[in-house]
């Protein structure tokens, strides 16, 4: 869970604060190498516009060890929907979504760990892929092993 700031460019709209979260599961392929699935989503409300994205993917994580410090790379599926609070009017749109975390980690006890990442998020949508949701925020962890 964490927060951050969104904007997509073929509204130019931006918001100041988006709320974030995902949920990930996976195991560890070879070594510090883990794959694992991803179900992400942003929301924001400027109190004109909702946005959202929701996004689904398989990701990579590398970690650095023994700092344990991650890189994780994802590329799917990505959903950008938009509402216009004052008239209720809708559209939503999918796209390829990529998304690029680095973090760190620290062991609370032999089977967790909690932690801070950066993660920033972009989804090319559109029949045309003429709208770009662009997403950068920072996250907390808690690890499960």
Same mark, same amino acid.
């Not at 931006?14 to 992400?40: C, K, Y």
């Given at each position: ?7 997509q460019?073929r509204?130019? $709209?931006?918001?100041?604060?988006t709320?974030?979260?995902?949920v990930?599961?996976g195991? &560890?392929l070879i070594? %510090? ?7 992400a989503?942003n929301?924001s ?9 929701t996004?689904?993917m #398989?990701a990579l994580? $590398?970690y650095?060890m #023994?700092?344990?410090i $991650?890189?994780t790379?994802g590329?799917g599926?990505?959903e ?6 004052e008239?209720d009017?809708s ?7 990529l998304t690029?975390?680095v973090g ?6 032999? %089977? ?6 950066? &993660?920033?998020?972009?989804?090319r949508?559109? @029949?045309?892929?003429d709208?770009? $949701? ?8 808690a690890t499960? @092993?």
């Amino acid at each position: 869970m964490g927060f951050g700031s969104s904007a997509q460019t073929r509204s130019d $709209y931006e918001t100041e604060l988006t709320g974030l979260w995902s949920v990930d599961v996976g195991g &560890r392929l070879i070594g %510090n190498l883990t794959l694992h699935g991803r179900l992400a989503h942003n929301i924001s409300d400027d109190g004109e516009v909702e946005g959202s994205a929701t996004l689904l993917m #398989p990701a990579l994580s $590398y970690y650095f060890m #023994p700092v344990n410090i $991650y890189l994780t790379g994802g590329a799917g599926f990505g959903e950008v929907t938009r509402v216009l609070i004052e008239t209720d009017h809708s559209s939503t749109t999918t796209g390829i979504a990529l998304t690029l975390d680095v973090g760190k980690e620290w062991w609370v006890s032999a %089977n967790w760990g909690l932690g801070i990442a950066g &993660r920033i998020c972009h989804i090319r949508s559109g @029949q045309d892929a003429d709208i770009e $949701y662009y997403s950068g925020g920072l996250l907390f962890s808690a690890t499960f @092993q």
